[in-house]
């Protein structure tokens, strides 16, 4: 039997696109990815200022860090969503991009702007925590 985890809403807090918190059940093991970057399979940041394209790529590395894990974006619990900007556009460019591919699994998420990230010409990373059944 699969286990769920559970995304906690408010009806006391601003109606945002996220959820406020999650719920692991017991008994699930919990995985810490690395940030996922906006690199190509090379180890290459594309040089652009794009960052919804950033966005999208570090989606992409994110889906493939949890499937090598035996999950998928629905197991994600928490993200933090890195930005390397003064612009709040840029934030959102990010937020939404990355949001798109989540669908309807609104989990809690930190959206912060950076001065600077680890790779040369790195706009974005995001951060995740995801929670599956023990094997």
């Given at each position: 039997?699969?286990?769920?985890?559970?995304?906690?809403?408010?009806?006391?807090?601003?109606?945002?696109?996220?959820?406020?918190?999650s719920r692991i059940p017991a008994g699930m093991?919990?995985?810490?990815?690395?940030?996922?970057?906006?690199?190509?399979?090379?180890?290459?940041?594309?040089?652009?200022?794009?960052?919804?394209?950033?966005?999208?790529?570090?989606?992409?590395?994110?889906?493939?860090?949890?499937?090598?894990?035996?999950?998928?974006?629905?197991?994600?619990?928490?993200?933090?969503?890195?930005?390397?900007?003064?612009?709040?556009?840029?934030?959102?460019?990010?937020?939404?991009?990355?949001?798109?591919?989540?669908?309807?699994?609104?989990?809690?998420?930190?959206?912060?702007?950076?001065?600077?990230?680890?790779?040369?010409?790195?706009?974005?990373?995001?951060?995740?925590?995801?929670?599956?059944?023990?094997?």
């Amino acid at each position: 039997m699969t286990k769920k985890i559970s995304l906690i809403h408010s009806a006391n807090l601003a109606q945002v696109d996220y959820a406020y918190a999650s719920r692991i059940p017991a008994g699930m093991d919990i995985l810490f990815l690395a940030g996922a970057c906006p690199l190509t399979k090379e180890g290459i940041v594309p040089d652009s200022s794009d960052v919804e394209m950033q966005a999208n790529l570090c989606v992409e590395n994110l889906k493939e860090a949890m499937k090598e894990c035996g999950a998928s974006l629905e197991d994600i619990v928490y993200t933090r969503v890195l930005v390397a900007t003064q612009n709040q556009k840029d934030l959102v460019t990010a937020w939404e991009t990355i949001r798109k591919e989540f669908g309807d699994h609104d989990v809690p998420s930190t959206l912060s702007g950076v001065t600077v990230l680890g790779y040369r010409n790195q706009l974005v990373e995001i951060e995740a925590v995801a929670a599956v059944d023990k094997k």
